[in-house]
């Protein structure tokens, strides 16, 4: 089969650009199955076609410790279920969307557009790129700031969206959680940094909750382990006396339109957190949420069950280990050969086998 040219529309912005979001219509050649996670191959191989063209930046953005100057959603459009895994239709098209938060990776993507891969391999999925475009606009930091005041903001969470509160996930958009989330991005990339604690206790006692429509929800996500969630839409505004100061009024307007950009909580490079600026209804689908929500509650009760065969159970180590290990005897169970696994756990085969072996025999002692 001859491919498709990949179209390329209104693909250009200013050396100045620091944000900008992309959006790639893909398309499945056939009919195809994806086991849950599996925006960790989307992860994977935004990071390897990183690699390709700036090895150190790929070295950075996997590596690094500071706040990820990107974000990825999962596959927008009609996902079916089968059994346990999830079904794409062939000749379908679906969405794809990747932003960019800094200079230098803003630069990369005008670099990996001039060669577009055909495709995006996701192993039993390979997807046609169709087209390529803007999805949130080439901007700097600046020009958020200094444009229009929004004095309200409705925002919308597309995907599970989670924070960490004292170690535990935290699934609610208390005004702090939120702007916490943004403010930390903004400060690590806009180069116009703000004292955090004094804005953060500002959010706390201006802004206001106006209404709210969200349900919870719990997906496994990243490489290990599990996450409890939300999804739906927020209204936030601010109390009169909040405009007394003015420069964390416009700071609040500008972190409410980098949510697009940045998305909301953590794991937001795994697709978690994906933010509207707007107030919309459409969820995800209900049957692929199930999907998900099975597999993370299969990775909870074996991480329990882990748990109480470990002779020393204090700190986080005993904890992730045996979050890993339920990670890849769920996913196992689910049909997912250990090789596929170790690939995208970016662990070695020989490891994720001995895990999979000793995850059993403690199960069944």
């Not at 925002?155 to 935290?170: A, D, G, V, Y």
């Not at 939120?178 to 990339?189: A, E, G, K, P, Q």
């Not at 994720?352 to 069944?364: E, P």
Request: proline share 5%.
């Amino acid at each position: 089969m001859a491919q498709t040219k990949t179209s390329l529309t209104n693909l250009t912005w200013s050396e100045q650009t620091e944000l900008v979001g992309l959006v790639l219509s893909v398309v499945p050649q056939t009919n195809a199955t994806l086991f849950p996670q599996y925006t960790i191959g989307l992860h994977a191989w935004f990071l390897d076609q990183v690699r390709q063209l700036n090895p150190q930046l790929s070295q950075y953005l996997h590596d690094g410790q500071s706040e990820k100057p990107f974000t990825i959603s999962d596959l927008e459009g009609e996902i079916n279920t089968q059994g346990k895994q999830l079904q794409l239709k062939s000749k379908q098209t679906y969405r794809w969307y990747v932003n960019a938060l800094s200079v230098e990776l803003v630069e990369w993507l005008k670099k990996w557009l001039e060669k577009v891969p055909a495709t995006i391999d996701l192993r039993s999925a390979p997807l046609e790129i169709i087209q390529v475009a803007i999805a949130n606009p080439p901007t700097t930091y600046q020009h958020l700031l200094s444009s229009k005041t929004l004095k309200s903001l409705n925002l919308s969470f597309i995907s599970p969206t989670s924070f960490r509160r004292k170690k535990h996930h935290f699934p609610l958009p208390l005004p702090r959680n939120v702007f916490h989330s943004y403010l930390r991005r903004w400060n690590d990339f806009s180069n116009l940094p703000y004292p955090q604690d004094e804005f953060l206790d500002w959010i706390d006692e201006y802004v206001l909750i106006n209404r709210h429509q969200l349900q919870t929800t719990k997906v496994a996500a990243g490489k290990r382990g599990t996450v409890t969630g939300f999804v739906g839409a927020i209204e936030y505004s601010l109390a009169k006396a909040a405009f007394e100061q003015p420069e964390f009024v416009d700071l609040f307007s500008a972190l409410g339109q980098l949510a697009p950009y940045c998305g909301t909580g953590h794991k937001t490079t795994f697709g978690l957190g994906r933010t509207k600026l707007s107030w919309t209804e459409n969820t995800p689908s209900i049957e692929s949420l199930a999907v998900e929500t099975q597999l993370a509650q299969r990775i909870e009760e074996l991480t329990t069950n882990l748990l109480k065969t470990q002779k020393r159970t204090g700190g986080t180590r005993a904890l992730n280990v045996c979050q890993t290990r339920a990670t890849i005897l769920a996913r196992q169970e689910r049909g997912e050969s250990l090789k596929n696994i170790a690939l995208e756990l970016d662990m070695s085969y020989e490891t994720v086998k001995t895990y999979a072996k000793i995850a059993r025999k403690a199960l069944n002692s």
